[in-house]
């Protein structure tokens, strides 16, 4: 079975600053990794997703992620956030394929992002 | 509409009511997905189905019982709930064999 770790659970952070959303996965086969966001109130959006090819993957609003499979990260940054920014994220692991073919999404346990001005 | 739909946005009910949770997805998928967030909690999936056949039941208490018509719409009925079943319930759609699932924007339940 996979499993995530999400190792920070609140990050603040100053408008204009970099920031890195830490993650971490358990698996013993070969996984899918994507990252959503959640503003308040809001379902969840998917920011950027790893599914083979460069291990560097870029989303949307600036962000980027770096799959490390020696190290099962795959870690979340973007080099300016805005206030806007602010949500929660949760980085989550998928296996290649379950009954049915559907893919079966594991959740961490989610990380809030405050940008202050 | 586009997207995934959720209705109602807010849900309080008392512990004997019955109520149902309506998903509808316009994205032209195959594959539906509930899931419940409660705060402090992981993401939990609760259901899964595909081409209309459950496929998934994540050990869910019987007084939570989907239902899905169709590829386009997800019911969750939910009949003498607890308290602690108060949370954000999600919906969520996929094509069958793609990893990338949409998200409605939930309901949020209230257990009196």
């Known amino acids: 079975a996979q499993s995530v770790t999400q190792l920070d659970s609140q990050v603040p952070v100053f408008e204009e600053a970099p920031v890195e959303l830490r993650c971490n996965y358990s698996?013993?086969?070969?996984?899918?990794l994507f990252w959503y966001v959640q503003y308040p109130n809001q379902g969840l959006q998917l920011l950027l997703k790893y599914l083979s090819g460069s291990t560097l993957v870029k989303g949307i609003n600036g962000f980027e992620a770096e799959f490390n499979k020696s190290q099962t990260s795959f870690h979340l940054r973007k080099p300016s956030v805005h206030i806007s920014d602010t949500a929660e994220y949760f980085c989550a692991v998928s296996a290649h394929y379950t009954q049915g073919g559907s893919e079966k999404l594991v959740f961490g346990k989610g990380t809030k992002l405050t940008v202050n001005p | 509409e586009t997207g995934v739909t959720q209705t109602p946005r807010h849900l309080v009910m008392g512990m004997t009511n019955k109520k149902s949770l309506k998903c509808e997805q316009h994205?032209?998928?195959?594959?539906m997905y509930w899931y419940k967030q409660s705060a402090k909690k992981p993401l939990e999936l609760m259901f899964v189905y595909n081409f209309k056949e459950q496929t998934e039941n994540n050990s869910v208490p019987s007084r939570f019982s989907p239902e899905c018509p169709n590829s386009s719409h997800l019911f969750l009925h939910l009949h003498t709930l607890q308290p602690e079943d108060s949370a954000l319930y999600l919906c969520?759609?996929?094509?069958?064999?793609?990893?990338?699932?949409?998200f409605g924007p939930g309901t949020r339940l209230t257990v009196l």
């Open positions: 994205l032209g998928h195959n594959a």
């Open positions: 969520a759609s996929s094509q069958v064999y793609k990893s990338e699932q949409f």
């Open positions: 698996s013993s086969v070969s996984v899918y």
